[in-house]
């Protein structure tokens, strides 16, 4: 087994989420919670891509089979899995919380989806396939778990907007997946898929330095 290769596939999610973790600064998750969490966005992989090849044929566009077909069915999977798995833990107990969960469930699906793409896409190119996801397809899975974690985390303390957080966090996160797919696949418009990469980082680590700072247990 190429051990090299094989960490190039599975260690950029799970350094990402130990990186989000870590900003977690005053009131940290249980381990066993984010493991747990992980492992549910890894078991998502089953029904995403039963769905997906069931309704592939159903769209005639690709934009919107990248939107719809592909990108809400993902990050409606994970949205699912946050929303009826961790939403009610008494552990979920401040804003940011939601992100960390969000981002473990995005990243479980991650970790998964990229080696299978290592390992079966483009026979011979597994390790410029391995470092390019590196850099692209594994930050913008943990750009939507941040954004729907955010929207999430504000539902569940906001007294007035629960329902609107609830539907901006599949939203957005749908929406910054889906054009990311679409333009990222079109074969001559990478450079927008990466604009759009680094505009959904960026927009990420506002909404983690917004959730630190309106954190219930900074002191």
Same mark, same amino acid.
């Given at each position: 087994?190429?051990?090299?290769?094989?960490?190039?596939?599975?260690?950029?999610?799970?350094?990402?989420?130990?990186?989000?973790?870590? $900003?977690?600064?005053?009131?940290?998750?249980?381990?066993?919670?984010? !493991?747990?969490?992980?492992?549910?966005?890894?078991?998502?992989?089953?029904?995403?891509?039963?769905?997906?090849?069931?309704?592939?044929?159903?769209?005639?566009?690709?934009?919107?089979?990248?939107?719809?077909?592909?990108?809400?069915?993902?990050?409606?999977?994970?949205?699912?899995?946050?929303?009826? &798995?961790?939403?009610?833990?008494?552990?979920?107990?401040?804003?940011?919380?939601? @992100?960390?969960?969000?981002?473990?469930?995005?990243?479980?699906?991650?970790?998964?989806?990229?080696?299978? /793409?290592?390992?079966? /896409?483009?026979?011979?190119?597994?390790?410029?396939?391995?470092?390019?996801?590196?850099?692209?397809? @594994?930050?913008?899975?943990?750009?939507?778990?941040?954004?729907?974690?955010?929207?999430?985390?504000?539902? $569940?303390?906001?007294?007035? $907007?629960?329902?609107?957080? !609830?539907?901006?966090?599949?939203?957005?996160?749908?929406?910054?997946?889906?054009?990311?797919? &679409?333009?990222?696949?079109?074969?001559?418009?990478?450079? !927008?898929?990466?604009?759009?990469? @680094?505009?959904? @980082?960026?927009?990420?680590?506002?909404? !983690?330095?917004?959730?630190?700072?309106?954190?219930?247990?900074?002191?």
């Amino acid at each position: 087994m190429d051990l090299t290769l094989l960490s190039l596939a599975t260690l950029p999610p799970i350094i990402l989420l130990y990186f989000v973790y870590s $900003k977690d600064l005053y009131e940290k998750e249980p381990r066993h919670l984010i !493991i747990k969490s992980f492992a549910f966005g890894v078991l998502g992989f089953i029904p995403i891509y039963i769905i997906e090849v069931s309704t592939s044929s159903m769209f005639e566009s690709l934009f919107w089979f990248m939107l719809i077909g592909v990108a809400f069915v993902e990050e409606g999977v994970k949205f699912l899995i946050l929303r009826y &798995y961790m939403y009610n833990k008494s552990d979920f107990n401040e804003p940011y919380d939601g @992100i960390v969960y969000a981002v473990a469930i995005s990243l479980g699906f991650a970790f998964i989806e990229n080696i299978g /793409y290592v390992y079966n /896409y483009a026979p011979g190119s597994e390790y410029s396939v391995a470092i390019a996801r590196m850099f692209t397809a @594994i930050p913008m899975h943990a750009a939507c778990g941040v954004i729907m974690g955010y929207y999430v985390g504000l539902a $569940k303390f906001s007294s007035d $907007k629960g329902s609107s957080y !609830i539907v901006y966090a599949l939203f957005f996160a749908t929406l910054l997946h889906g054009l990311y797919n &679409y333009f990222m696949l079109l074969g001559f418009t990478e450079i !927008i898929a990466i604009i759009i990469l @680094i505009v959904g @980082i960026s927009y990420a680590r506002k909404a !983690i330095n917004m959730h630190q700072q309106n954190s219930p247990f900074k002191k």
